[in-house]
């Protein structure tokens, strides 16, 4: 039987002189190649080792054990070829036990790089307080009693630190909250066992499939209550997963808890914190633990995330478990580094006819990230082999990672945001023809100097035609506009009633200050820092601000978010548009403040309002077709992370016979758009060079 983490990407038959050989033998690697293997992710404790740590005497508890099977991986590979040595377990000396293990071919420890027991391996320490303890009983119980008395503990894990609390604890949660300064994004919560899981939220087939895979990574679930309300802050949904490391696994059955928040150790806005010293040095302000291990971590990973849309698991932020995996393509793609977006960052590196995707890095917007960005980028180059002719990056200008491309030295490629988007989807579903692409987010710098964000594009990897976009919206104060959605729905309202506006009989106008709102709807008027934008984001940040769902965001896309949520699903119908100029919806926004008017709910709101969304996209779909011929649409850009947008649309198409495709294997949001400078790249210069 294949081992559960493999796959088979190519069967080739070569033929070979049989050779008279005697016994079975593996060689010492070589390094005298530029070619290079693949570096298998990192992988949950299989089942087998948590049977073997309760009944091997040198792995009693063993909280590192592992086998070729599980364990980690890719967090501690520091080169090629991958042996021990060039892994952060070169400190650890085998003791005879692992050894006979490590060369027993009939072993299931045979040649697993990091193996290791109680005897030889690395061991956990905890800081409380004035307290240094590393006898793990003694962890194990002060960690449960910490944790069960609403304390907050640091721990390392796989791919870097964690904060964890009693998810049924609202003080500790809320104290998390506080401490770490993260004002409303949601927690992820790691429960003991899928029954737990079960208990709190709504699990499809294909949920419980993502949810216990190989990977483990955070699957994204409708709730049907929980642990406690500072978890999600009013959101359906829950972030939940399962454990992956021996000490996870330890820790419930020491403490009898079935529910944990489970969240980066990081201070707001920078990377997960991999380094023990620094965990010492910053975490104590925020938890009364922190729980590290003497083995390095060499490439930090966050928890990966997942939802299942449309029947299929949905890579939601591509991480721990699934990097460094290549996206196999069929473009000839060596030589070419990409180094993505903005935001929700990954860059990618090209290898012959495979694509690795790094993992998620994050928001470009401090040294911080910006430093693990380009330890990452120095990282693959070294692990793959690769010296880069050719640097793809953003078409804008600020973007930190457009920077970064031009301080290369080396030939640079600027690609369109939402083109980029629609090649990684075409890319990763094998397209390779024009295709109707519908590239729908909230920024992205256009051709003509606007933000895009709602595109109908006809493209190939060559080039684009922009077909139409949903009409430009001003976006007074600029990105305050997305912090502040309130300042979105009186641009609309502006649009759409001028200073009668005021005169609207709605609680959105009621409640905002009528002195600030006139003289941004003054700047408006002027067009004084009111940049204009496409951006579908921007119209869903709009809705939730005049319904007030959500009228100031305290993290990114928290309003369409909390409008997906707020979506009553036993509604049909929509509101009018106006497609004569573009993609208009003012017509909607009149409707919905005469339905505000007359006291409809929210919820219903929310559903008209996405089915319009979804009608708009559809009737303007059905016109390319017409024109172009073309049935083949590609669904791409982060507003299709909206389950209820996403799976609405889809079924819509496929009954009237598009054929659609849409992102599984990468992330449809700026975490997969490295993806598509990359195959851009590749087919330009190929054109290039004849």
Not at 27 to 50: F, G, K, M, R, Y
Not at 90 to 98: I, R
Not at 537 to 562: N, Q
């Amino acid at each position: 039987m294949a081992p559960v983490v493999s796959q088979i990407d190519e069967i080739r038959v070569d033929k070979a002189e049989i050779e008279g050989l005697n016994d079975f033998v593996i060689l010492a690697s070589q390094d005298n190649s530029e070619e290079t293997s693949e570096i298998s992710p990192d992988i949950a404790v299989c089942a087998e080792c948590l049977a073997d740590m309760k009944t091997q005497p040198n792995r009693i508890n063993y909280p590192f054990i592992n086998c070729t099977h599980c364990g980690p991986r890719f967090t501690i590979i520091k080169d090629f070829p991958y042996d021990r040595k060039k892994t952060t377990m070169a400190p650890f000396d085998m003791c005879d036990h692992c050894r006979e293990e490590y060369i027993n071919i009939m072993d299931r420890r045979f040649h697993a790089q990091p193996v290791a027991c109680n005897q030889c391996g690395p061991v956990y320490t905890l800081y409380s307080g004035d307290k240094v303890i590393r006898d793990f009983t003694e962890i194990l119980t002060l960690a449960c009693s910490v944790i069960k008395n609403g304390g907050i503990l640091a721990v390392k894990g796989t791919g870097g630190f964690h904060l964890m609390c009693d998810a049924r604890n609202e003080s500790s949660v809320s104290r998390l909250r506080l401490s770490k300064k993260r004002e409303g994004k949601p927690f992820a919560v790691m429960f003991r066992d899928i029954e737990s899981i079960k208990d709190f939220t709504h699990v499809s087939e294909e949920e419980e499939k993502a949810l216990l895979s190989w990977r483990r990574p955070i699957v994204i679930l409708n709730t049907a209550n929980q642990p406690s309300y500072s978890i999600s802050s009013g959101l359906n949904t829950m972030g939940v997963f399962l454990p992956y490391m021996p000490w996870h696994y330890l820790f419930f059955e020491q403490s009898g808890l079935d529910a944990i928040v489970l969240t980066s150790g990081n201070l707001a806005g920078e990377p997960i914190i991999i380094n023990n010293l620094k965990a010492l040095e910053l975490m104590p302000s925020v938890a009364d633990g922190v729980l590290t291990y003497n083995r390095e971590i060499y490439n930090r990973t966050d928890d990966s995330v997942v939802r299942i849309m449309g029947g299929r698991e949905r890579i939601i932020r591509r991480s721990r478990g699934f990097v460094p995996a290549a996206v196999n393509v069929h473009l000839d793609v060596s030589g070419i580094l990409a180094t993505g977006a903005e935001l929700s960052n990954s860059f990618c590196l090209g290898k012959g006819k495979r694509a690795y995707l790094s993992q998620y890095i994050g928001d470009l917007k401090n040294r911080e990230t910006m430093d693990f960005f380009e330890e990452t980028v120095n990282l693959f180059l070294k692990l793959f082999r690769s010296k880069p002719l050719l640097v793809a990056a953003d078409l804008h200008p600020d973007y930190l990672s457009t920077r970064y491309a031009r301080s290369m030295g080396i030939e640079l490629m600027q690609i369109q945001h939402h083109h980029a988007h629609i090649a990684s989807c075409m890319a990763e579903n094998g397209l390779d023809e024009p295709v109707i692409g519908l590239a729908f987010d909230g920024t992205g710098y256009g051709d003509d100097g606007n933000t895009w964000g709602s595109e109908f594009l006809v493209c190939d990897y060559k080039g684009y035609v922009r077909r139409n976009h949903f009409a430009y919206m001003p976006m007074p104060g600029g990105d305050r506009a997305a912090e502040e959605p309130w300042r979105m729905g009186l641009s609309l309202l502006y649009q759409s009633f001028g200073d009668h506006l005021y005169d609207l009989d709605i609680p959105f106008i009621r409640s905002i200050d009528q002195k600030k709102a006139r003289l941004i709807t003054g700047a408006i008027s002027k067009n004084i820092n009111a940049p204009l934008s496409s951006g579908a984001g921007r119209l869903f940040d709009a809705i939730a601000g005049i319904t007030g769902i959500c009228t100031d965001s305290l993290f990114h896309a928290e309003a369409p978010m909390k409008l997906e949520s707020a979506i009553r699903d036993d509604i049909g119908g929509f509101y009018d548009i106006d497609d004569t100029n573009g993609i208009s919806f003012l017509p909607a926004i009149q409707q919905v403040c005469a339905d505000l008017a007359q006291g409809v709910s929210p919820g219903i709101i929310s559903a008209r309002f996405h089915n319009t969304v979804v009608e708009a996209t559809f009737r303007e779909a059905e016109k390319i077709r017409r024109e172009t011929g073309i049935k083949k649409i590609v669904l791409s850009g982060g507003t299709f992370q909206n389950k209820y947008l996403f799976e609405s649309l889809e079924t819509k198409l496929r009954k009237n016979n598009f054929v659609t495709f849409s992102h599984e294997k990468t992330p449809c949001n700026d975490g997969g758009l490295a993806l598509g400078q990359l195959v851009i790249a590749a087919a330009k210069r190929g054109t290039r060079d004849k």
